[in-house]
């Protein structure tokens, strides 16, 4: 009974270290061109991972200032991280979104928050980055007529 007690005791202790990454992909992409509205409370590397793997799925990237609007082009994208501190520095959350005409069209998102004893947390961002673009740009740019 003792040991049936720990394991619960244990199994519900990890459960609030859970990492969390939802993507709703974009339904189509008909535009070569993703604008980015640059966020300057964000680290440079971010942007730069960003811009990174668009330019791999052969998009043209146009970064846009702070406060631009959200449908200043076609395809606008906005994103958000931050990074915290246990052992080492990691990136705990990240957020993309993709707004077509001013509305969302797509999100990504990762959040490791609540994820204080998981090893899982100290992810290389970069590729954590490249990951969310593949999943949200499914196709790269290919040619389709959006609905």
């Not at 244990?10 to 509205?37: F, K, N």
């Not at 406060?67 to 606008?76: E, F, I, K, R, V």
């Not at 990074?83 to 979104?97: E, G, P, S, V």
């Not at 970069?126 to 389709?144: M, T």
């Amino acid at each position: 009974m003792k040991r049936l007690i720990l394991t619960a005791s244990a199994l519900v202790g990890l459960s609030g270290c859970a990492i969390h990454q939802q993507v709703q992909p974009l339904p189509s992409v008909a535009s070569r061109e993703i604008c980015i509205i640059e966020n300057n409370e964000v680290r440079g590397g971010f942007l730069r991972a960003y811009q990174d793997a668009l330019s791999s799925k052969n998009y043209v990237i146009r970064v846009l200032p702070p406060q631009s609007a959200l449908d200043s082009c076609l395809l606008t994208s906005t994103y958000t991280a931050n990074w915290r501190w246990d052992l080492a520095l990691y990136m705990a959350y990240a957020d993309i979104t993709v707004y077509r005409n001013g509305q969302v069209y797509g999100n990504a998102r990762y959040d490791a928050k609540r994820g204080s004893a998981n090893m899982n947390k100290f992810i290389d961002a970069d590729q954590k980055i490249a990951e969310l673009v593949n999943e949200l740009y499914p196709s790269g740019y290919l040619y389709r007529a959006m609905p």
